[in-house]
């Protein structure tokens, strides 16, 4: 017997599990399966229906001579040797933990520090109007629901896979196997179980846009207190996006991303993450720089962008501003290293988009295995894995450095988005992550030739932008964790 086997086993916290309904394409019956994630290894697991009975009853409170028990009375009936072997395989992969631990906490505001009145500041100019495709409903890995919001789903469209009568038909916990305080969604071939063959979302059709889950009502707004303000940008993820922001004047106002006099953080709904910018960031290896210094930095750099002329390579002003952070930390000039940028070394971005096509083709392997043909997700990665795989060449690389971009202005706008709302510091050193940013820039514009190559049949709507295509797979599949596979 395994010492370290846990004595009353449950899904680790780090392992999310999704429910997918994929269709065969044949006699249109679809098969379900779960679909083990484990956040900290990437690693896949698939698990059928059966076998995620056994884990729902394995909630941390149970032996597995009791997990026997409570899953022959959900009806998951298995022999205690056969569980056994299914556990320890689970155990043998890091995807268990032991007893029942405590949900953590949410931080608190830090009210003491003044956050509760830090003005909000959206990013300026930017209104959103959604072309109702649904394309953000069918490309994320999972929609969480609290539980008023999934309790609401179900009364307002209970024949949505039978979640009226009960929970567990269209929910699952948000993560590992016991109970938690979020819900996430059944996907049926990629789609949001609520999501209407229309392209519309059933619960705004039956109760209106309130009846949506914060997730959705907020999408795509990012929040970021950074001590001074709390920055309100936009995830580019989405089509309708860039399409917003390649097209802001219109007859029809678009949706801002704060409704009218939200003004300070107190009038934000408290169930919306507002991500605290951490007091110290790494800049470059080695480099670190205070909160402070990273939001005069920022300042800088928004208006070295508003200024930047047209023509210039957005890509390439991303690298040569990581070139002069590289040199001078976060006192470089910013304006003249975005202005007038020198071209781009393909030595320098090749590793960048081989290691991308590594990660993309390797899970566009995996997910042909179970994901429907017309699931947008396997979709979209099997494009960026076609678009990425000719740049392994050195001349291919060249050939894309030397051709234009498809849009500057939404690779600015792009730019914009990302200094706005912080969203270049995360995992990655700010240097990194410029160039990152940079790869992925590129990479879009390879997916944009790829796409020109298929037939009208073969696209989608959200195809039409393809820089947003790969920001939402990057981040909505775990593909961003390229980055840290690029040798230095
Ligand atoms: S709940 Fe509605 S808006 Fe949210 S992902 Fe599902 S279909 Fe889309």
Do not use: N
């Not at 698990?47 to 026997?68: F, H, K, N, Q, S």
């Not at 009210?111 to 069918?138: K, N």
């Not at 605290?276 to 909160?291: D, K």
């Amino acid at each position: 017997v395994d010492p370290t086997f846990p004595a009353r086993p449950k899904l680790a916290a780090h392992v999310v599990a999704r429910r997918h309904l994929v269709s065969t394409g044949e006699g249109g019956d679809a098969v379900t399966l779960v679909v083990l994630h484990d956040l900290s290894t990437g690693a896949l697991v698939q698990v059928g229906a059966r076998e995620w009975g056994l884990l729902a009853a394995a909630d941390g409170t149970r032996d597995l001579d009791g997990i026997v028990l409570a899953a022959a009375r959900e009806g998951a009936h298995v022999r205690g040797p056969a569980l056994a072997a299914f556990f320890e395989q689970l155990h043998a992969a890091g995807m268990l933990d032991d007893g029942v631990i405590p949900e953590r906490e949410p931080a608190p505001a830090a009210d003491d520090d003044g956050a509760a009145d830090r003005p909000t500041e959206p990013l300026p100019g930017f209104a959103l109007w959604c072309d109702g495709a649904g394309s953000c409903c069918r490309i994320y890995a999972s929609v969480v629901f609290a539980p008023v919001e999934a309790a609401r789903a179900r009364a307002l469209a209970p024949r949505v896979l039978g979640g009226g009568d009960r929970h567990e038909r269209v929910f699952m916990p948000e993560h590992g196997s016991g109970p938690t305080g979020g819900a996430v969604v059944t996907s049926c071939d990629g789609r949001c179980a609520y999501l209407a063959e229309t392209g519309r979302c059933a619960l705004h059709e039956a109760g209106g846009a309130a009846a949506k889950p914060l997730g959705c009502a907020t999408f795509p707004a990012t929040f970021v207190d950074d001590g001074q303000r709390v920055r309100v940008s936009v995830a580019v993820e989405c089509a309708c996006v860039l399409a917003s922001a390649e097209r802001p004047d219109r007859d029809t106002p678009g949706a801002a991303l704060l409704p009218e006099g939200v003004r300070a953080r107190r009038h934000l709904d408290p169930a919306i993450a507002v991500v605290e910018l951490p007091s110290h960031l790494g800049i470059a290896p080695g480099v670190v720089a205070s909160r402070a210094e990273v939001v005069a930095w920022s300042r800088r750099a928004l208006t070295a962008l508003d200024e930047l002329a047209t023509g210039v390579d957005v890509a390439a002003a991303l690298i040569a501003l990581a070139a002069a952070i590289d040199g001078a930390g976060l006192d470089a000039p910013v304006a003249p290293a975005l202005a007038e940028p020198p071209g781009i070394a393909p030595s320098l971005v090749a590793p960048y988009l081989a290691a991308l096509h590594r990660h993309a083709e390797a899970r566009a392997r995996k997910d042909a295995s179970w994901r429907a043909p017309r699931d947008l997700a396997r979709l979209a990665v099997r494009w960026i894995a076609d678009a990425t795989a000719p740049l392994v060449d050195a001349g291919a690389v060249a050939r894309l450095l030397a051709r234009s971009p498809v849009s500057q202005r939404s690779e600015l706008f792009y730019a914009r988005a990302l200094v706005h709302g912080h969203q270049l510091f995360g995992a990655l050193e700010l240097t990194t992550a410029l160039r990152d940013r940079a790869a992925r820039l590129l990479a879009a514009r390879a997916l944009h030739d790829h796409l020109a190559t298929l037939g009208a049949d073969e696209k989608d709507p959200a195809s039409e932008h393809p820089l947003a295509l790969v920001e939402a797979v990057l981040r909505g599949h775990g593909l961003a964790a390229y980055a840290e596979d690029v040798p230095v």
